[in-house]
């Protein structure tokens, strides 16, 4: 392996050391050390496994990641690690888990790696991406608007929880994750299929996207195409899972602030021209 590229997998685990390293000391709280330096190391390891050419690199972190956040933290630690659950810890006015998670992964986190969270991370992605639907077949569809609902729709619900003083708000946080779950995997499958696209449900209903798609468009990792190399062949946006303009280099290009890092327009290029 070319020394130029273990940069990326260094950098990515030297900057959530930083964090697991500063929360750890801020908080007091030995845990913050132990999640985002395994999270941190689960990364750079799929991105060591994606410059050895390893086919399932990203899926490897995917489900090292995405396990460890939903079986881990959710079912065993009982946490809400979805939208409600930061909600729920915003309006407690408490900085922890949920609270945490969301400034790190999807609030102030892709202004440096942009949609990483989606390809890498995140637990409902993991399993979508194994359905047969890899590259989008019908094309994209104007429904981009109901994540903006389902977004509204969890601020009022826990919103609810505390205008009203509803009693066991606990216990209702920890059934909304699992419910919450189950129909975030029943949309989501049914939606590729319907869609013939395994990504339809990031396109279109996923929440989290609100917060993550206006600190993409700045964000430091993304997708470059070297122009003079360039054929225009067209490769690297028909294996797009996002349906991103990928040979452009302007940040208002299509679909920008869509792009998962997935790297398979990297892949695909006949001339080497793209890179991260």
């Known amino acids: 392996m070319k020394i130029k590229k273990i940069f990326p997998p260094l950098i990515m685990w030297f900057i959530f050391e930083i964090i697991a390293v500063t929360l750890w000391l801020t908080m007091d709280n030995i845990f913050y050390l132990f999640n985002f330096s395994y999270i941190g190391t689960a990364i750079a390891v799929g991105l060591i496994l994606y410059n050895l050419k390893k086919k399932y690199a990203r899926n490897v972190v995917q489900f090292a990641v995405g ?40 609030i102030f986190g892709p202004l440096v790696f942009g949609r990483g969270w989606c390809g890498y991370a995140c637990w409902t992605a ?19 608007f109901i994540r903006y609902f389902i ?9 609810i929880l505390f205008i009203f003083k509803i009693p066991g708000k606990e216990e209702i946080m ?11 995997y029943t949309v989501g499958i049914a ?11 990031c396109k279109y209903i996923c929440p989290i996207t609100v917060f ?18 360039c054929i225009s062949c067209g490769k690297c946006e028909r294996v797009c899972p996002m349906n991103v303009q990928v040979p452009c280099n302007s940040r208002k290009k299509k679909n920008a602030t869509e792009c998962i890092l997935c790297m398979k327009c990297v892949d695909e290029c006949p001339k080497k021209a793209l890179k991260l």
């Open 151 to 159: 977004f509204g729709a969890s601020l009022i619900f826990v919103g």
């Open 212 to 229: 993550l798609k206006p600190m993409s468009y700045f964000s430091l990792f993304r997708i470059k195409v070297d122009e003079n190399k």
């Open 67 to 106: 396990i460890y956040m939903l079986v881990y933290l959710g079912f065993l630690c009982r946490e809400n690690m979805q939208i409600e659950g930061f909600w729920y810890y915003l309006l407690l006015g408490v900085f922890e888990a949920a609270t945490i998670h969301y400034a790190i992964a999807k």
């Open 174 to 184: 920890w059934w909304s994750f699992i419910i919450g779950n189950i129909l975030y």
């Open 126 to 144: 993991m399993i979508l991406d194994l359905l047969p639907f890899k590259t989008p077949e019908l094309p994209r569809k104007k429904w981009g």
């Open 191 to 201: 939606l590729a299929y319907i869609c013939k696209d395994n990504r339809a449900f």
